[in-house]
């Protein structure tokens, strides 16, 4: 017998685009560069306060694109809780069809060197790196979709 479930679908929230909030002592911000990408930045502390808030947030903002730039680089603190929103965020990702790349400071590198050791999270070194690796994602998708 199939495995039934819930998902959860965010109608996505056009007035939405520039979005800020703040949530115990984050603040999450979300910024549309174009039409396919989107990039959310967090700032402050990711703890059990906060870290389903994160997985929330960022689930209600992928609705309308096919990437996702999340930049973890100015977080000061990254508890496990932070990790889980990480692995709910790839799940989410993943069902989607979004394609997605984390950066991360310190905090987070440190963390994800204990949870995540074989690298199974998409972490790019830099900005750049990040915004290559989605680029090449985008162009596979492109040759995919004229090719069949």
Same mark, same amino acid.
């Given at each position: 017998?199939?495995?039934?479930?819930?998902?959860?679908?965010? %109608?996505?929230?056009?007035?939405?685009?520039?979005?800020?909030?703040? @949530?115990?002592?984050?603040?999450?911000?979300?910024?549309?560069?174009?039409?396919?990408?989107?990039?959310?930045?967090?700032?402050?502390?990711?703890?059990?306060?906060?870290?389903?808030? &994160?997985?929330?947030?960022?689930?209600?903002?992928?609705?309308?694109?096919?990437? $996702? $730039? $999340?930049?973890?680089?100015?977080?000061?603190?990254?508890?496990?809780?932070?990790?889980?929103? $990480?692995?709910?965020? @790839?799940?989410?990702?993943?069902?989607?069809?979004?394609?997605?790349? &984390?950066?991360?400071?310190?905090?987070? %590198?440190?963390?994800?060197?204990?949870?995540?050791?074989?690298?199974?999270?998409?972490?790019?070194?830099?900005?750049?790196?990040?915004?290559?690796?989605?680029?090449?994602?985008?162009?596979?998708?492109?040759?995919?979709?004229?090719?069949?």
């Amino acid at each position: 017998m199939p495995g039934s479930g819930t998902t959860r679908l965010y %109608r996505p929230d056009p007035t939405s685009a520039e979005e800020s909030r703040k @949530s115990g002592t984050a603040t999450f911000a979300v910024h549309r560069r174009n039409a396919l990408r989107t990039e959310i930045a967090i700032t402050g502390e990711i703890d059990a306060a906060n870290g389903r808030a &994160l997985g929330q947030y960022v689930e209600r903002h992928t609705g309308t694109s096919t990437q $996702l $730039l $999340l930049d973890l680089r100015s977080v000061d603190f990254f508890g496990s809780q932070g990790f889980t929103a $990480l692995f709910y965020i @790839s799940v989410h990702c993943s069902r989607g069809d979004v394609d997605w790349m &984390l950066l991360g400071g310190p905090p987070v %590198r440190r963390l994800l060197t204990i949870c995540d050791p074989h690298g199974e999270l998409p972490l790019a070194a830099d900005y750049e790196a990040a915004i290559a690796r989605l680029n090449q994602q985008a162009r596979r998708r492109m040759r995919a979709a004229t090719a069949g």
